[in-house]
């Protein structure tokens, strides 16, 4: 991958990285701690427990998605560092560009991608 390239997915790596740590703060009551805001969230006298069970497993489930996220676009930036950005993790084939103008924290291909997905599922 040529340097401008790379330079601009760096760009577009760092700035989504911005915006999903400024959406996780504002989600969390900005500075109180996700500690502190689920406390304050779920200690509500007026909410059945099942409500509050099923909201407690939800935001569980939101904070997972987005440290995944997270760990996807920081990885996507070592590779960035590394020089071997735009290439699969498990074939080493280089990713075509539309996948990463689409999803430029994408790791590997779409055939390694997938068999990827099929061996989580089993």
Known sequence: MRPEQATSYRQQLLALRTTMLAQMSDQRGGVLGRAEAAAEYFNRR???SAQVATERELEFAMGERETSELALI?????????????NCIDCAALIPVPRLQAS????RCIACQEKAEQRQAA
């Open 46 to 48: 007026e909410d059945s």
């Open 74 to 86: 920081d990885a996507a930036l070592a590779r960035i560092a590394a020089g071997s950005f735009g």
């Open 104 to 107: 430029p924290e994408a790791s």
